[in-house]
């Protein structure tokens, strides 16, 4: 099978957990399949580099030093711990040494002008994965396996030029990564391909946002045309929910993509939604396999899945630390632009929007975002709407939880939202707000935080999802 394999920053965090990645590597690269390799950064570089970009713009000079200098250490340490073949380390650390020096005048340069502009914060956020992906190619080259590191760019991903969450050009992407690693493959070479990055028609490095690992992964499938997708995790598999709240959570073996994307949007942070869209789009079946066990068939995700009788619901899922958001007054009833000039002010302001609930009598509008832009919202949509004649109040409520039921057996069969709200109330969670979409693959709702685990841990008993 021709498959394209991603290993994410826990994966690739020191020297002994890329060894055991090379490993897994080397069992598939043996038994005849032809593997393509995308590498997150090591756990943690990516936030710390974005951490440093804001102190470059403020002019930290003596701080982007010392975080050359560890950074550079912590790569020359995990190459030194998993590269046994004197000559293959040598080389891996000449590129780390190299890539570090790049960054550390790209971050003094930041330094020195005391600005960061979203193009130099993009290319100084690419540099985890321009040094991960070199480290993972030795790692591969000591196990005897011919391996070549790419960027996401070199690869051949274009973009738009909306830094921070570009949005990749797929005609000529996948034309392109056809043409660059196709050859390579072919001669018998495995590519390593950095996740995150991209590039602009003209060579500007773009970064996908966050989970642009797991988009890579995708993209890249889709241009190779492969047969699968591995997502390689800590975990067994998708689950039925988080086997931190409910013991009794199980694997589940498969789902399909709009059934994985609801999870994913809603709390499941396994593969992320823009990964699985594309996906979808290209046909591509994903799976999410286990680093512990990785014989194990895990999840597999595909386009359509039979739903078996009585097998409505698939999983429970929540996301704590939820603010609810209410714009309210008389004014609003029979005022459409109204809605979309709220979201609009939401967007301008960078601002997920994670659900929304409208009255039937179109006096108010819900929406729940993350707790961290709860006070930021507020005062946006204030600023924005009370000096209209239409809105009379823009309120908000902390301490909430959101709690998915997500299943494509729910589709089509009566009832399934009484029994849901029927848990509830016999459990005696109080309900804030109430959402469905028309596809009928989710039922979602706004709880007290405090409720949440007893609330995950009833459904999943009523639906019978332990068993």
């Given amino acids: 099978m021709k498959i394209v394999m991603k290993f994410g920053g826990a994966s690739v965090a020191d020297g002994d957990k890329l060894r055991k990645v090379g490993t897994i590597v080397r069992k ?30 403020r002019g930290s000079k003596e701080r982007v030093q010392n975080f050359i200098d560890s950074t550079l250490n912590a790569h020359r340490k995990a190459a030194e ?36 502009t979203p193009r130099s914060k993009d290319f100084v956020l690419g540099y985890g994965e321009k040094l991960s992906a070199p480290l993972l190619t030795g790692v591969l080259e000591d196990m005897s396996i011919k391996a070549k590191a790419f960027t996401g760019g070199e690869a051949g991903i274009v973009t738009d030029n ?14 392109q990564v056809r043409q660059t690693l196709e050859p390579v493959m072919e001669e018998g070479t495995m590519p390593v391909v950095g996740g ?11 970064t996908l946002g966050r989970g642009g690992s797991d988009y890579t992964a995708s993209i890249i499938g889709a241009a190779l045309k492969a047969d699968e997708v591995w997502v390689w995790k800590d975990v067994d598999g998708l689950m039925t929910a988080n086997p931190k709240i409910v013991k009794s959570a199980k694997m589940i073996d498969t789902i399909s993509f709009a059934e994985a994307m609801e999870l994913a949007h809603f709390g499941a ?40 009788h009585g097998d409505v619901v698939k999983a429970i899922t929540n996301i704590n630390d939820v603010s609810l958001i209410t714009v309210s007054g008389a004014s609003m009833v029979g005022t459409p632009r109204l809605a979309a000039k709220v979201l609009q002010v939401l967007t301008d302001e960078e601002i997920d929007v994670l659900m929304i609930s409208q009255s039937s009598s179109e006096e108010s509008i819900t929406l729940a975002i993350p707790k961290s832009a709860g006070s930021k919202a507020q005062n ?46 016999a459990n005696k969670v109080n309900i804030r707000a109430i959402a469905q ?7 979602s709702f706004i709880i007290r935080k405090e409720d949440a685990k007893k609330a995950v841990e009833a459904l999943h008993d009523d639906f019978k999802l332990g068993v």
């Fill in 196 to 206: 995150f990055v991209a590039a602009t028609q003209d060579g500007v490095q773009t």
């Fill in 81 to 116: 711990s998993a590269i046994m073949d004197e000559a293959v380390l040598a080389s891996t650390i000449k590129v780390i040494e190299t890539r570090c020096e790049e960054l550390r005048n790209i971050l003094m340069g930041v330094a020195h002008i005391g600005e960061l």
């Fill in 28 to 57: 598939f690269h043996k038994e005849g399949h032809q593997l393509a390799v995308v590498t997150s950064a090591m756990y943690g570089v990516t936030d710390s580099l974005g951490d440093m970009a804001v102190h470059a713009g």
């Fill in 437 to 443: 979409g028309s596809s009928e693959l989710n039922i």
């Fill in 269 to 308: 942070e396994v593969i992320h939604p823009k990964a699985l869209e594309c996906a979808s789009r290209y046909g591509l079946t994903f799976r999410v396999k286990s680093l512990k066990a990785p014989d194990a068939s895990g999840s597999i995700i595909v386009g359509e899945v039979k739903v078996k």
């Fill in 380 to 425: 946006a949509l204030e600023l924005s709407l009370l000096g209209s004649k239409q809105v009379r109040e823009v309120s908000m409520e902390d301490g909430l939880s959101i709690i998915a039921v997500v299943g494509a057996g729910m589709r089509g069969t009566p009832g399934v939202a009484a029994r849901v709200f029927g848990t509830m109330a």
């Fill in 162 to 175: 909306r830094f921070g969450e570009a949005t990749p050009l797929m005609n000529v992407t996948t034309l």
